[in-house]
């Protein structure tokens, strides 16, 4: 008792001097780490919380007078500042020997925190400003946290403070910059309560479930965002994927078709059902889908692909056949007709050698083509 005695004078003397703000919070910061009884001492935490403030009170009138001062310095005092007087909360509400709680600083504390507050919000665009997303989450955390701790429990900042959304979603924000996943999801919920950033941030939320390799989840924020923004590429292609991964590809036609409802034209949603069409092994319908992307852009070089392939699975199904002698006719045509596709496919595409290679292996060599052949045999067997 009598070196806490001694500790706590000296603090006193440090904050009397107008100087030395820094010594005297290390010395209450370490008075508190030395004894669990000194943590329920209040007296210590006033003076710990008096040695912080005047620091914020001397790195704010400089900057006010325009002299040179780290404005980040004077963020990180303010979130002590709050660390402190919520700390201190704690032991202001512990119950007396008979059960009682009688609060002798909360209100003033709580009033006076509250003016400050603002400085967390800052604190954390500042941060974002400088890509320093850790130390704006941590900002931005401990403004959110007012929202749930005692201390301000008059303000009723969830229903009243109307940045507490905005603060949300840039938590939210620099979580998924940080590729943490359980930063990202803390308050997701709240930030997707905004519903001007809502498409935005159901991005961030199922970036954060895929990292987890939470599938189901990851799918279900996909179709909740889908359903919602059914033109969102985002949604839809990554929609798309998760479906086609699982094989369910009567569930990716269902998602194409409503998103070319709203737009027919648009070459990403032709794209995907003229494949899903070729997966399905619908061949003709993919062929058509392929030929209309085509007619709307002819420098895209997937669509080609697809329909080659659609006219060369139409003649490797009739190949098969046990009878297939008789359809020589019909597969020669079909190779004929794959032939201009894939040609202007390998023009398009150069480096997809894996793909229009074996592909026009195949033509050549039904169709007698020996020059050609020749060539891309080859080709193939270039090491």
């Given amino acids: ?97 008979k059960g009682r709680v009688k609060l002798e600083y909360r209100k003033k504390h709580a009033s006076e925190l509250d003016t400050y507050r603002p400085n967390l919000y800052y604190g954390g665009t500042f941060n974002i400003h400088k890509k320093d997303y850790k130390t704006a989450f941590a900002f931005f955390d401990a403004y959110l946290d007012c929202g749930r701790q005692p201390l301000f429990s008059a303000f009723d900042y969830w229903q009243n403070d ?85 094989n369910k590809l009567d569930s990716a036609l269902s998602v194409v078709d409503r998103s070319l409802s709203l737009d027919g034209d648009n070459p990403l949603f032709l794209f995907a ?3 899903v069409l070729l997966n399905l092994g619908r061949y003709d319908e993919c062929i058509l889908v392929s030929d209309s992307l085509i007619n709307v ?30 359809y020589g006719k019909q597969i020669k045509e079909l190779y004929q007709k794959a032939l201009p596709y894939m040609e202007k496919y390998r023009k398009l595409a150069p480096e997809a050698k894996q793909k229009w290679g074996p592909a026009l292996y195949r033509i050549y060599l039904r169709l007698n083509m020996g020059k050609q052949f020749e060539e891309m045999d080859n080709l193939l067997n270039e090491k």
């Fill in 1 to 97: 008792m009598r070196g806490q005695r001694k500790e706590m004078s000296q603090a006193r003397s440090y904050i009397k001097s107008g100087k030395d703000y820094d010594k005297a919070e290390k010395l209450m910061v370490e008075l508190l780490s030395k004894d669990s009884l000194n943590r329920m001492n209040p007296k210590i935490y006033l003076l710990l919380y008096q040695a912080v403030l005047k620091q914020y009170e001397a790195g704010n009138e400089k900057l006010y007078l325009n002299q040179q001062y780290d404005t980040a310095s004077l963020f990180n005092i303010t979130k002590r500042m709050f660390a402190v007087l919520e700390a201190l909360d704690s032991v202001d509400a512990a119950p007396d020997k």
């Fill in 162 to 246: 109307r940045k507490m959304l905005d603060a949300a979603y840039w938590a939210t924000y620099c979580g998924f910059k940080l590729k943490d996943p359980q930063l990202t999801l803390k308050y997701a919920d709240a930030a997707l309560r905004d519903s001007t950033r809502r498409k935005t941030a159901l991005i961030y939320v199922a970036e954060a479930c895929n990292l987890m390799g939470a599938k189901d989840k990851y799918r279900d924020v996909l179709k909740a965002g889908f359903d919602k923004y059914p033109q969102s590429p985002y949604f839809f292609s990554h929609l798309m994927d998760c479906y086609t991964l699982d």
């Fill in 273 to 275: 059902k003229s494949t």
């Fill in 297 to 326: 852009n002819d420098t895209l070089a997937e669509p080609y692909y697809n329909a080659g392939t659609a006219y060369l699975n139409k003649g490797l199904n009739l190949v098969q056949k046990n009878n297939s002698r008789q």
